[in-house]
């Protein structure tokens, strides 16, 4: 079989939602490659910044690798923004509804919410609430996303700033995206892990 000959869904028989089962689950496989060249196409986006978006990303996800955080943390870092070009008005959302079957649930809530803890550093510039994000207040994960805006997102528009290049995190976004979707063991909810490691003396 090459096509299916359905032409409605509810026409279709066992043996042709099998075949295209198959075909959906190696599509899957090439799902890393494809969100690392969209990073790339960051650079095609928003511009005003000192720095790229993508170089904003690979900032970001470099102090999270240097703060000792884990995968989780250091790739829903890497790619917090890659909503940017596609729903510039809920880049958060659209970038946590990538990350939420592979990753803890502690970074997806953070990715998530992350433009309404931003707006503290902005919004009574633009006409915004600066104080959106008291709303998200008695989350567990609350704490997580100030943090997680002030060492991560908020800091890393530095051209100075010795940041890793995108091959170095290849690695860690293949790893995550290898894993079986929502998987108990992975989504942990309502787990917490810290965002800084600290440093041996």
């Not at 690979?58 to 999270?64: F, G, I, K, P, V």
């Not at 051209?159 to 063991?185: G, H, I, Q, S």
Request: glycine fraction near 6%; charged fraction near 25%.
């Amino acid at each position: 079989m090459d096509k299916v000959a359905f032409t409605q869904m509810k026409d279709g028989t066992k043996e042709e939602y099998e075949f295209l089962t198959r075909h959906e689950v190696e599509h899957t496989k090439g799902t890393a490659d494809r969100l690392l060249k969209a990073l790339v196409d960051l650079d095609e986006g928003l511009s005003g910044y000192q720095i790229t978006r993508l170089g904003h990303s690979l900032q970001s996800a470099t102090r999270a690798f240097r703060d000792g955080a884990d995968i989780d943390w250091i790739v829903s870092t890497l790619l917090h923004d890659i909503g940017d070009i596609y729903a510039p008005y809920n880049h958060d959302e659209y970038a946590a509804a990538i990350l939420r079957p592979f990753v803890r649930e502690q970074c997806t809530w953070c990715v998530a919410t992350h433009g309404d803890f931003q707006m503290v550093y902005y919004g009574h510039h633009v006409g915004g609430n600066p104080h959106k994000r008291d709303h998200h207040k008695g989350n567990i994960y609350f704490d997580d996303c100030v943090a997680f805006c002030e060492r991560w997102d908020q800091s890393s528009f530095d051209p100075a700033y010795d940041t890793l290049p995108l091959d170095f995190f290849r690695p860690m976004v293949n790893e995550v995206f290898a894993r079986t979707p929502y998987d108990p063991n992975v989504i942990r909810q309502g787990h917490r892990e810290p965002l800084v490691i600290p440093q041996a003396e």
